[in-house]
Every structure is written in C-alpha cells, then in structure tokens.
C-alpha cells in the first residue's frame, strides 16, 4: 500500500480529508487509515471553518481531522492561515482600521498555530498569494497591510511553534514560468531577511489538457537549492468525462510522473493528494464535465493511478 511506499521512500504520502465522510463513512475511513502518512483538512482548518462569528470558535472539524490522524500515525499538514478565500463574513464585511486587521490576522494564526503546537508539523502559511503573471494577488491582506504581510504572518506562526514547518503555497507553481520565478523570488527575500519560512508548497491541479509540466523536478530543485524543502500538496489530475481506459492510462502517467519528480528531488518531504477518491472531490463542482480525478473511484477501488505509484516503489 501507499503507506508501504512512504516508509521505503521517505516521502509522506498524504490525502486531503472532509470531515463529512469522516464521520459518516467507514470505508472512507479504512482507506485514510491504511493508505496515508499524512493528513489535510480539506475545509476544516480555514478561517471561515474556525471562526464563523468573531470570537466563536469552531475546533469541532479540525480536531476531528488531528484525532484521527494521532490515531492513526498519520501526519498533519495545516491548511491554511492566510488566504483570499473562505474568509468568515464578519472579517471581508466588517469595518476595520488597517491595524485593527493586522492585530485580527496576528491573533487567527497565534491561536490557531497554538492549538496544534506539536500536532501540526507543517503549516501553508500563505496560500496563493500570486497572481499568473508573478506580481502579488490583490487581498484583504495585501491592499490593506501591504507586502509586509507576509513576512509578519510567518514571524507569528513561528512564534506560536517554533518547531513547525512553514510553507508559502500556491498552484500553477510547477511550471517555470513567471509565478514560479516569483516564489522563488519573495522566499529568496525573506530568508535573506531572516524570515522563518521552511517550504514551497506546489499544489499540483493538474489537468489532462494542458499536458505535465516537463520541467517540475528542476522547478523544485531551485527552491531546494535555496536550502528549503519542497512538497506536492494538493495533487490530483482530472479529465473531461466520461472516463476511458485511455485517459485513466494518461492520468496514472501523470501522478507517477509528479511523484518521481518528487523522489528525484532531495528535501521533497510530502506527496499529498487532494482527495483520494472520486466519491468526495472538488472538481465535479467546479470544473463542469470534468471529473475522475483522484486514485480511488467513487466505490473505493484502486485506480491505474494507484498502481503506477506502487510500482515506483517497486523500482526502488
Ligand atoms: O459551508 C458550506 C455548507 O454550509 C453548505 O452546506 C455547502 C453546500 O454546497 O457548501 C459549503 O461550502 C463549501 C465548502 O467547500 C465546504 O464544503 C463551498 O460551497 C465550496 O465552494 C467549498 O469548496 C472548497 C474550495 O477549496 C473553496 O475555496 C473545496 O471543497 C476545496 O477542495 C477547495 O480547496 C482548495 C484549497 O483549499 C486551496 N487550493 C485549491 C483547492 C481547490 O480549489
């Protein structure tokens, strides 16, 4: 299994997880259990997820996810601190002064890093952050706090664990191109100032169509270079429907190609796909006609996908 080739490589092989399947499917759970080293919360650590109201706190889905993995030996990767996205209204609709926000962010990551000091061995600490064309993504954080926001939101998780691994995340990044160049870039700047950042995070939304990029081992080589590690943190490859042999053939392609890049890679800590199976993905709901994504099916079997990673191993 999985887990097999993660204690032969070295390389965490983790899942996103939805806490609505962990409590109510068993087979969902079985599999979690017997085929991951290590665990992401799909939803459930974000800050609308965390915070719905100002000051309510919501553990319930995040803990859930961090219980089940102490259970299990599985790492937790934590995602994610400072997003764009899935931002609780009372923060996007609410009337701040600009150090007001900057106190709110302060206290969102030190409470929430806090709380799993020790449970959480990674953090995507900010999550894209880039627009395609490098330049920084127009936020809350950015318009409001100005660049600096980030570095600050990496002194603050720090702070709250030292010991955690602190990661800028983002898509698109595995292609070397103008948004990679510019990860490479803010993380080149902030260890030049001292800044705590540990790992780049390349989610890896890959799509049948648009081909795999050639180029993503020497991609992360660079960051590694840099002496920071690297990790695969949100895999999946999904496909226009319906599914044929063919496609299912070029899909476990890709997965085994994006693992093998990560194993050729020294420092490439962490193969996290974003869901293992087609029963709970995103992509149906925001791709239309596009789906299959994942290395399982909706009835839980294995999918060639899976069998090409195995037999990475098998070659090791
Ligand atoms: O919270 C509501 C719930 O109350 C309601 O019953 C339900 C009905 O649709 O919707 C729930 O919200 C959904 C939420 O997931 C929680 O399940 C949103 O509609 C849905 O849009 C949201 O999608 C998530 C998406 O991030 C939102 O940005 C996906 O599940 C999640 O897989 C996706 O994950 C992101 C990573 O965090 C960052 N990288 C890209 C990746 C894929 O978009």
Redesign the pocket.
């Known amino acids: 299994d999985l887990r097999g080739l993660a204690h032969k490589t070295g390389v965490r092989i983790g899942s996103?997880v939805?806490v609505?399947p962990l409590t109510a499917e068993a087979d969902y759970r079985r599999v979690l259990r017997r085929e991951f080293t290590s665990v992401t919360a799909?939803?459930a650590m974000?800050w609308?997820?965390v915070e719905p109201e100002r000051g309510r706190y919501t553990w319930e889905g995040a803990d859930a996810v961090v219980d089940f993995a102490r259970h299990n030996r599985q790492a937790v990767r934590g995602?994610?601190l400072v997003?764009h996205?899935?931002l609780p209204a009372w923060l996007t609709e609410g009337t701040f002064t600009d150090e007001e926000l900057r106190g709110i962010l302060r206290d969102h990551i030190t409470t929430q890093v806090r709380r799993y000091r020790g449970k959480v061995g990674s953090w995507?600490v900010v999550?894209?952050v880039f627009n395609e064309d490098g330049t920084l993504r127009s936020s809350l954080w950015l318009t409001r706090l100005g660049p600096g926001y980030i570095a600050d939101a990496f002194r603050w998780a720090h702070k709250a664990d030292p010991r955690a691994k602190l990661y800028v995340?983002?898509?698109n990044l595995e292609w070397i191109g103008p948004k990679s160049d510019a990860a490479l870039e803010l993380v080149k700047g902030l260890k030049a100032e001292g800044v705590p950042v540990h790992g780049v995070g390349f989610?890896g939304?890959l799509s049948l169509e648009y081909g795999f990029p050639g180029d993503f081992a020497d991609n992360m080589r660079r960051f590694t270079a840099l002496g920071l590690e690297t990790a695969i943190?949100?895999i999946d490859v999904r496909m226009h429907l319906p599914v044929t042999e063919e496609k299912l053939a070029a899909q476990a392609d890709y997965y085994r190609q994006a693992l093998s890049a990560c194993l050729s890679v020294r420092r490439c800590a962490e193969f996290t796909v974003?869901?293992f199976t087609d029963r709970h993905?995103?992509i149906p709901?925001?791709f239309e006609g596009q789906g299959a994504a994942c290395l399982f099916d909706e009835a839980l079997n294995r999918k060639p996908a899976y069998h090409s990673l195995l037999a990475l191993g098998r070659r090791r």
């Open positions: 996103a939805a609505d799909e939803n974000k609308e997820s995602h994610t997003w996205n899935q995507d999550n894209e995340n983002d898509y989610q939304h943190t949100e974003w869901g993905s995103w709901g925001w």
